[in-house]
C-alpha cells in the first residue's frame, strides 16, 4: 500500500460525458502528478500540481482539467469523453518535486 | 521520448538473482537514475534511484558504471511475485525540474519456479 489512495476504481461511462476523478495523496506530500496509461501509448505524464499551483503539463488534452485544493487532494476532470480515452489514470504523490513518487491503485475509465 | 534504452523481455528462474540492464547514454550530469515496476494493471512501484555510486535498499541494488551511461538493477533473489515491468528512468532532481517521470518501454521480467 502506498499511502495514495484514488477514487473510483472503475467508471464506465458514454461518449460526451463527463467525469471527475479524485486523487489523496500521502500524508504530508504536496506534489500531485496525475499520469494516463492506454494500451498503444504506455504510461504518459499528464500534470502536475505543488501545493495548489500547477506546475507542469504533459500532454494533456485540453478537454482534460485537474486542480489541487488546499487540502492537497487533486481532481482530474474529463470531458467531451472519446473512445480513446478509456485507459488507466494513475495519480502519484512525492514529498517535494525532488523525491521519489508513490502511485496510487489507479481509476480504470472504460468509454462506451 | 524517453533517454533509457532496455531488453523487451527477460526470464530469470526463481531464487535466482535478476540482473535488468539499462542504457542511458546520454545522462547529464544531474540525471539520477530511477527505477519503478508494475506488476500487471497496478500503479507503478518505486524501487531504487541513484545519481553515480552503487545503491541498496530491502528490494534491489543498483549499479552504475562509472561513465554513467549504463546501469544494472539486482533483484538478489527473484520470487514469482517480481514479474512485472521495470521501467528504467532517468530524472533531474533539481534545479528548474518539473519532476514528472517519462516512461519508456520498460522490461518485461517473467519469474519462472
Known amino acids: 500500500d502506498s499511502g495514495v489512495t484514488q477514487t473510483p476504481k472503475h467508471l464506465i461511462t458514454a461518449t460526451g460525458q463527463r467525469v471527475t476523478l479524485r486523487c489523496s495523496p500521502r500524508s504530508g506530500d504536496l506534489s500531485v502528478y496525475w499520469y494516463q496509461q492506454s494500451l498503444d501509448q504506455g504510461l504518459q505524464f499528464l500534470i502536475h500540481?505543488?501545493?495548489?499551483?500547477?506546475?507542469a503539463k504533459g500532454n494533456i488534452l485540453e478537454r482534460f482539467s485537474a486542480q489541487q485544493f488546499p487540502d492537497l487532494h487533486s481532481e482530474l476532470n474529463l470531458s467531451s469523453l472519446e473512445l480513446g480515452d478509456s485507459a488507466l489514470y494513475f495519480c502519484?504523490?512525492?514529498?517535494?518535486?525532488?523525491?521519489?513518487?508513490?502511485f496510487g491503485p489507479g481509476t480504470r475509465l472504460t468509454v462506451l | 521520448d524517453a533517454k533509457t534504452t532496455q531488453p523487451p523481455s527477460m526470464d530469470c528462474a526463481e531464487g535466482r538473482a535478476a540482473n535488468l540492464p539499462c542504457n542511458h547514454s546520454t545522462i547529464s550530469g544531474n540525471e539520477y537514475v530511477y527505477w519503478y515496476r508494475q506488476i500487471h494493471s497496478q500503479g507503478p512501484q518505486y524501487i531504487i534511484h541513484g545519481l553515480k555510486n552503487n545503491e541498496t535498499n530491502e528490494m534491489a541494488s543498483l549499479i552504475i558504471t562509472e561513465d554513467r551511461k549504463s546501469s544494472t538493477l539486482i533483484l538478489p533473489h527473484a520470487t514469482l511475485r517480481d514479474t512485472a515491468v521495470y521501467y528504467c528512468i532517468v530524472r533531474v532532481d533539481y534545479g528548474g525540474s518539473q519532476g514528472n517521470l517519462i516512461f519508456g518501454k520498460g522490461t518485461k521480467l517473467s519469474v519462472k519456479p
Open positions: 500540481y505543488y501545493n495548489g499551483e500547477e506546475r
Open positions: 502519484a504523490s512525492s514529498l517535494t518535486l525532488r523525491r521519489e513518487q508513490f
